[in-house]
């Protein structure tokens, strides 16, 4: 089993930045497939990002170029550095991971972008 802990989040006004960090409670160095979704109000849930154990990444096309994932498993943590955002950046933010064939999701942390 895995708890993962969202935090980072915040008001930002739109070309800011944000890091946004996901803290597993165990050993991250097992865990093959990481990533970042988002769900804005009225909307599903969207893939960000991913990673796995190989630093292989993914990114929706959204937000290449502004955004990128790392993991450091000395830490157990996942971020998500996210520069130029954009009001339509605005969402919950929620880190998942993929472990021994079921999926884990954390509690969420709110991104609002606006001036």
């Known amino acids: 089993q895995v708890q993962l802990v969202e935090s980072g989040g915040g008001l930002v006004q739109p070309g800011g930045s944000l890091t946004l960090s996901c803290a597993a409670s165990?050993?991250?160095?097992?865990?093959?497939?990481m990533g970042w979704y988002r769900q804005a109000p009225g909307k599903r849930r969207d893939v960000v990002g991913t990673?796995?154990?190989?630093?292989?990444?993914y990114y929706a096309d959204s937000v290449k170029g502004r955004f990128t994932i790392s993991r450091d498993s000395a830490k157990n943590t996942m971020y998500l550095q996210m520069n130029s955002l954009k009001p339509e950046d605005t969402a919950v933010y929620y880190c998942?991971?993929?472990?021994?064939?079921?999926?884990?999701w954390g509690q969420g942390t709110q991104v609002t972008v606006s001036s």
């Open positions: 998942n991971a993929a472990f021994k064939g079921k999926g884990y």
């Open positions: 165990r050993s991250i160095y097992r865990i093959y497939a």
């Open positions: 990673i796995n154990s190989g630093m292989i990444r």
